[in-house]
């Protein structure tokens, strides 16, 4: 489902898109550890905390004050949904002066975006619904979207409340969570949530895709079936138009050809007559 591998051996420029691609941090990469593969996109300001999410997920320790992404670094997680393992190739981006020059290529496949914001920080807050905006135009608004407040650990610089948040959520049809990659307070329920969303969600679709012939094309429902009395009815009733159309078509032919064989009938009795 995702077209793009970063290399697991050295850095790779993308000198079309200018930024650093950087190895994974995790190597549950086989094919053969899991059933299904979706991209899960995160969004922010620099320094929200979304490479601290994914360091978190990843299962590497908590770093206070870790510099901003440059470019592009993503993560697999394989994460248990009933019977199925579903592996989450998490990509964190570079914030919000950056993230426009990333190619398209990199996010048109993604199933789950991940806005993130730091609820210290009023103007991270503000900047969500500019990546909700550049979401949209990509046509990928119908895809699952999460809404993060992180860093809900420092409680006494906290500017955004928890009110503010699930409103805009719920205004812009958004699953809410708010997160601590300190504490690790909600981060691995949150990517818990995302696999379980996916999974039912492709279930739904290829039950939708998969339903039975007669539910889809048989015939309409607002109409009864005909019955076989009214198929012969039918029938019998063509036919008799179909032998009155022959019938008027021969005396027509008839006619004209009885015409004709007068018409040169009277003329080969002038011809001979004597003058």
Same mark, same amino acid.
């Given at each position: 489902?995702?077209?793009?591998?970063?290399?697991?051996n050295?850095?790779?420029? *993308?000198?079309?898109n200018?930024?650093?691609?950087?190895?994974?941090?995790?190597?549950?990469?086989?094919?053969?550890?899991f059933?299904?593969?979706?991209?899960?996109?995160?969004?922010? *300001?620099?320094?929200?905390?979304? +490479?601290?999410?994914?360091?978190? #997920?990843?299962g590497?320790?908590?770093?206070?004050?870790?510099?901003?992404?440059?470019?592009?670094?993503?993560?697999?997680k394989i994460?248990? /949904?009933e019977?199925?393992?579903?592996?989450?190739? #998490?990509?964190?981006?570079a914030?919000?002066?950056?993230?426009?020059?990333?190619?398209?290529?990199?996010?048109?496949?993604?199933k789950?975006?991940?806005? /993130?914001?730091?609820v210290?920080?009023?103007?991270?807050?503000?900047?969500?619904?500019?990546?909700?905006?550049?979401?949209?135009? +990509?046509?990928?608004d119908?895809?699952?979207?999460?809404?993060?407040?992180?860093?809900i650990?420092?409680?006494?610089?906290?500017? $955004?409340?928890?009110?503010?948040?699930?409103? @805009?959520?719920?205004?812009?049809?958004?699953?809410?969570?708010?997160t601590s990659?300190k504490?690790?307070?909600? $981060?691995?329920?949150? @990517?818990?949530?995302?696999?379980s969303?996916?999974? !039912?969600?492709?279930?739904?679709?290829?039950l939708e @895709? !998969?339903?039975?012939?007669?539910?889809?094309?048989?015939?309409?429902?607002?109409?009864?079936p #005909?019955?076989?009395?009214?198929?012969?009815?039918? +029938?019998?009733?063509? /036919?008799k138009?179909?032998?009155?159309k022959?019938s008027v078509?021969?005396?027509?032919?008839?006619?004209?050809?009885?015409?004709?064989?007068?018409?040169?009938?009277?003329?080969?009795i002038?011809?001979?007559?004597?003058?």
């Amino acid at each position: 489902m995702v077209p793009l591998n970063a290399t697991n051996n050295q850095q790779s420029l *993308d000198n079309s898109n200018n930024f650093v691609r950087r190895r994974p941090m995790s190597n549950e990469n086989n094919d053969n550890l899991f059933d299904v593969k979706y991209k899960v996109l995160l969004l922010g *300001d620099t320094l929200v905390g979304k +490479t601290s999410l994914q360091r978190f #997920i990843a299962g590497k320790d908590f770093r206070p004050g870790i510099g901003s992404t440059i470019g592009i670094d993503f993560v697999n997680k394989i994460i248990s /949904v009933e019977k199925s393992k579903v592996n989450l190739q #998490i990509w964190d981006t570079a914030g919000q002066r950056n993230f426009r020059t990333i190619g398209k290529s990199y996010y048109v496949s993604t199933k789950a975006f991940v806005l /993130v914001y730091d609820v210290t920080k009023e103007e991270s807050f503000d900047l969500i619904q500019q990546f909700n905006q550049l979401i949209e135009q +990509t046509g990928l608004d119908m895809e699952r979207r999460y809404l993060v407040a992180n860093k809900i650990d420092l409680v006494l610089n906290r500017k $955004v409340d928890e009110e503010t948040g699930r409103r @805009f959520a719920l205004r812009n049809s958004m699953i809410y969570f708010e997160t601590s990659c300190k504490t690790g307070k909600n $981060v691995l329920e949150l @990517f818990e949530q995302i696999a379980s969303d996916l999974v !039912h969600q492709h279930d739904s679709k290829m039950l939708e @895709f !998969h339903k039975p012939v007669k539910e889809n094309f048989a015939f309409n429902y607002h109409e009864p079936p #005909i019955t076989n009395h009214e198929i012969h009815d039918r +029938t019998t009733e063509e /036919v008799k138009k179909s032998k009155k159309k022959r019938s008027v078509f021969s005396s027509l032919s008839y006619e004209s050809i009885d015409k004709n064989n007068r018409f040169n009938f009277r003329r080969f009795i002038l011809c001979c007559k004597p003058s």
